[in-house]
């Protein structure tokens, strides 16, 4: 089964259409990467499918499932977006328990506390974070919060926006195995948005290349490694792209 299908996406933003046609479609278990220059419309493809840009056309379907702009309670539980930056993701007031227990209270979901726990242990989190601030816990561990946070609904499906690239260099490799492990435990989906193609090839499986808002290649991470991609402005990439998964 797809997990995620778009089809003829285009979005805007007031009058300006930002992403033109975007087709693409990611296999149930699969890590599909967006890559591509700042302002390619790579976040923005994200937020039209987790319901934050509401301003759409076309299609976009989850498990067989289709979205229409906006809240979508029955979509949120199957996919949940991770942001780029947890400083900023992160509500200052809130423990980390409040975070991660309010998507529960909004859906209706009735838990002793066992959840979090649970969910908590599930990112590496210690129990003794349980009850801090955001101003509390390193970078590290805030994005382990907000991975936290989106995991707790049980979705199937992870929209990943540069999860690593607001992180110091020596925590990203932590958080990149996190992924990593995460999805094989939890048989996870992930549409993730990075413009490092060296995170690609350590968790991607396949790629869309986005320019001006526009898909212009789709390749195997395999392809990747190979140097084998065919677009002109692809390659071009790749020359561009660090070596290292930092
Ligand atoms: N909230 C917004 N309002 C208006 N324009 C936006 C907004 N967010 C992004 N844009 C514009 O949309 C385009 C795509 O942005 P974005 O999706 O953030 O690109 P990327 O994630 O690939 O860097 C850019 O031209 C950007 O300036
Ligand atoms: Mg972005």
New binding site residues.
């Given amino acids: 089964m797809s997990a995620l299908t778009i089809e003829n996406l285009d979005i805007c ?2 009058e ?1 259409k ?1 992403t033109h046609d975007i087709n693409l479609s990611v296999a149930e278990g699969e890590s599909f990467a967006l890559v ?10 994200l937020r039209a499918i987790a319901g934050i840009a509401t301003s759409w056309t076309g299609s976009i379907t989850a498990f067989g499932q289709a979205r229409s702009p906006g809240i979508d309670r029955g979509f949120a539980r199957q996919c949940q977006m991770v942001f780029q930056d947890p400083y900023g993701s992160l509500h200052p007031r809130k423990t980390v328990d409040a975070t991660l227990s309010e998507p529960l209270a909004i859906h209706g979901i009735a838990d002793n506390g066992e959840r979090v726990d649970e969910v908590m242990q599930s990112v590496g989190l210690d129990r003794r974070f349980r009850f801090r601030f955001p101003h509390q816990l390193s970078g590290g561990q805030r994005q382990r919060v907000a991975i936290a946070r989106a995991l707790i609904l049980r979705p199937k499906l992870l929209l990943l926006d540069e999860p690593t690239s607001a992180l110091d260099v020596s925590v990203q490799a932590e958080i990149l195995n996190l992924l990593k492990r995460l999805r094989r435990e939890q048989g996870l989906t992930y549409l993730m ?1 990075t413009h490092n193609l060296a995170v690609v090839s350590f968790l991607c499986d396949r790629l869309a290349v ?1 320019r001006h ?1 526009r898909i212009v290649e789709v390749a195997s991470a395999d392809q990747l490694k190979r140097g084998a991609l065919e677009d002109p402005y692809s390659r071009e990439l790749i020359q561009f792209s660090p070596s290292h998964p930092a």
Wanted: hydrophobic share 25%; proline share 0%; glycine share 30%.
């Fill in positions: 933003y007031g300006s930002v591509g220059e700042s302002g390619s419309g790579k976040t923005t493809v948005v986005m808002g």
